[in-house]
T-cell receptor
Framework: KAGVTQTPRYLIKTRGQQVTLSCSPI?????VSWYQQTPGQGLQFLFE???????NKGNFPGRFSGRQFSNSRSEMNVSTLELGDSALYLC???????????FGEGSRLTVL | GIQVEQSPPDLILQEGANSTLRCNFS?????LQWFHQNPWGQLINLFY???GTKQNGRLSATTVATERYSLLYISSSQTTDSGVYFC??????????????FGKGTKLSVKP
């Protein structure tokens, strides 16, 4: 069974640009969550989607947004990038019933 | 919100030694997971253990939910065990399945 797949793995952007990251969950998992990891703040929850609806949202500005498609694939977007948005962005899918999360390899974003 | 504290923050071991990592949480939880973050950033699932005891090879974990702590035991450590170990929980109140709250991690270094 394939794991959680995230693309792209690495990307470099400049301040003011926007970026879109993609996540394909494990087959059969309907919930997808996104996390940001930085050296200073650690691992922080961004948002969770279930059946194309945002179920929960962390404490991030409106520049961070996401969506989920009918096949459970999810995208997150960050607009007007700032230097502080440089981070590892991790996506997870949730096994229904147990609530166990499984993470992808992450997308490492560098903002110059 | 719920607080998750991990100890020790750093741990250096000689290969073959045993260790215990601790995770304290400030409120009742309905999910607790232990992860190992590899050098490339991926979070590898070790245990899904909201309560009770589990073992997987040289690793075992125990969660005492009523006392709000979990322990991860690593026996006969190997250099490949090096990395950061995270404990993460979902709060019983106010949390959703995909909203994990992470501790700051324990950085383990195993010397040959």
């Amino acid at each position: 069974k394939a794991g959680v797949t995230q693309t792209p793995r690495y990307l470099i952007k400049t301040r003011g640009q926007q970026v879109t990251l993609s996540c394909s969950p494990i087959s059969g998992h309907r919930s997808v969550s996104w996390y940001q990891q930085t050296p200073g703040q650690g691992l922080q929850f961004l948002f969770e989607y279930f059946s194309e609806t945002q179920r929960n949202k962390g404490n991030f500005p409106g520049r961070f947004s996401g969506r989920q498609f009918s096949n459970s694939r999810s995208e997150m977007n960050v607009s007007t990038l700032e230097l502080g948005d440089s981070a590892l962005y991790l996506c997870a899918s949730t096994r229904g019933g147990t609530g166990e999360l499984f993470f992808g390899e992450g997308s490492r974003l560098t903002v110059l | 919100g719920i607080q998750v504290e991990q100890s020790p923050p750093d741990l250096i071991l000689q290969e073959g030694a045993n260790s215990t990592l601790r995770c304290n949480f400030s409120d009742s939880v309905n999910n607790l997971q232990w992860f190992h973050q590899n050098p490339w950033g991926q979070l590898i699932n070790l245990f899904y253990i909201p309560s009770g005891t589990k073992q997987n090879g040289r690793l075992s974990a125990t969660t005492v939910a009523t006392e709000r702590y979990s322990l991860l035991y690593i026996s006969s450590s190997q250099t490949t065990d090096s990395g950061v170990y995270f404990c993460a929980v979902v709060a019983n109140y106010g949390g959703s399945q995909g909203n994990l709250i992470f501790g700051k991690g324990t950085k383990l270094s195993v010397k040959p």
